[in-house]
């Protein structure tokens, strides 16, 4: 295998006439790291990663591979592997053609091509296939054969745009595993492109999170969750309830709905606060530092968990997510039924 | 009263099924009608054509060799129409790769312009042609009026719609990540266009190539003006023949030349479905 890289992003940005489709936009990935660009479709993570590879122009700003700046080479010069949405392979080559493609763009020697081909296609267990057109394959077998035409020409950058996307959710799972042990195994540095954040939690190293053409958020998935930068970041990873109000005094939220939350942290600037549905417990308050009176309005029971929406006394609206895994557990409740909802005061993540 | 209605549905949906049968019927009799009718008087016996026949013979067939006009026009028809058909694609692969994959600020202009030989009248592009290469032989000695560079050139002006359309169209359909992928890959832009975009636009790239021997093959308006004097083209000695007599001997030949169309149309659809590409 060729050094990975590592990636460097310098301010980069790019426009569109009068629309900002990337905002400067600063990034180290690290060699070996599997970094997920997410967020809701137009928000330039495509538009960065198309720069990455050499498709789209940036205005402004370098990009560097290690320490070798790109900026202005064109794809064909990068060496970085694309593994595009829709797959994009050859439709007049076979399986071996296409996973050949890079290496005889390199002027490899024959015996070079035809080994490094058969590597590529065993890694992704296609083996076999060689003599195949992509027509004859499945999605799921057109997709590994994507990504071993990107793996073979041992590329210092792994990109992968959307790459589950045209998949079926049971097919999808088990790609994304796939990937990521081909990922590590390989120690490929890689940028993934997706906006389901389900996708971006269980593969990534890092997340950023995009949205109008600006990073929200870089952190790991633990950092988003528990310490998003703000509401876009809170409501895009994860579901959450949200109060807006305001500190009254230390450790003391006042919703305007009228609400007094005890919280953990002293801030005094923040405007909003965060409740996670899972921090949220029905019944006794059990010591808890916040428990309020509400009535449930609509139940959904999903198997390991049921989700509920409650109604508070002052009118708000509270989802909770409670796990069923206890043989005391609750029934699930009815609607209509009076019910209290409790949360400790460091469940409350106050965002500014 | 419903069953009334339904009996009234479903008869309005069979007037209805046998109103298109009738239509589609109508459209195929226009169309094929004359070409049975030329097939079937080529093998008349009578000289003067009149119905019914008197009886059936291969004379004109036959006839046709004793008559070197036509062997004649048959092969510079021949050799027009393949000069043509790769002039045509020289000009139709590039035009539409700028047309469909740049961004050219006058490509609907473009698009118009090299269109705009369907629309003018075959015999105002032959005049006005033939004046124009008269205007060019007067002003840089070069011998082109009626000589086969300016016939050629005449036909490969009427191929560019045909070529420039139904690769446009080609083109068009294709996913523009296939050509990303091979420059991600490592070829450039030469090399994605050879080993990438051609191999794949080849239904169209073939399919005009077939369209633009046809158009050329049987053009008489631009051939009139353009020939060189004493050669004739398959069109222009049917045309001097029909001045003369109206015998089965036009019926022949035109048998004769729906066939090689027709063959190679059949060998053609072998290589690419031509109802996918037109």
Known sequence: MSPVSSVRLQSVSKSYGDHRAVVDFSLEVAQGEFLVLLGPSGCGKTTTLRMIAGFVEPSAGRILFGDRDVTDLPPYRRNTGLVFQGYALFPHLTVFENVAFGLRMRRLEREVVERRTQEALRLVRLDGFGERMPRQLSGGQQQRVALARALAIEPEILLLDEPLSNLDAKLREEVRVEIRQLQRRLGLTTVMVTHDQSEALSVADRLVVMSGGEIQQIGTQRELYNAPANQFVASFIGRTNFFAGAMTEPRRFRTESGLEISVAAAAARERLLAIRPERVRLGSANGAANSFAGTVEFVSYLGATTEYVIRLASGDAIAVEAHNDRADGLEPLAVGSQIRVAWDADACQLIS | MASAAAVASVLRKRWRRYALRTAAGACFAVMLLPIFFVCWLSFFKNEILSFPPEGYTLRWFTALWLQ??????????????????????????????????????????????????????????????????????????????????????????????????????????????????????????????????????????????LFSFVVSFGNLELSLFLVSPGETTLPIAILQYLEWKIDPTIAAVSLIQIAIIAAAMAATNRFVRLSQVV
Do not use: C
């Open chain 2, 68 to 209: 070197p006009q036509f062997a004649d026009g048959f092969l510079t028809s021949l050799e027009v129409a393949v000069l043509a058909m790769l002039g045509g694609l020289a000009v139709g692969v590039p035009a539409s790769l700028a047309l469909v994959r740049s961004e050219l600020p006058l490509r609907e202009a473009l698009n118009t312009l090299l269109l705009s030989p369907l629309v003018v009248p075959g015999i105002v592009i032959g005049t006005s042609l033939y004046f124009f290469l008269i205007d060019v032989e007067l002003a840089t000695d070069l011998p082109l009026t009626g000589s086969m560079v300016g016939l050629v050139f005449g036909h490969v002006l009427v191929t560019i719609p045909w070529t420039v359309r139904l690769i446009a169209v080609n083109l068009h359909g294709i996913d523009r990540a296939i050509e990303e992928a091979a420059m991600n890959l490592g070829a450039d832009r030469l090399r994605t266009l050879l080993k990438v975009t051609l191999p794949v636009i080849r239904p169209g790239v073939v399919a005009a190539a």
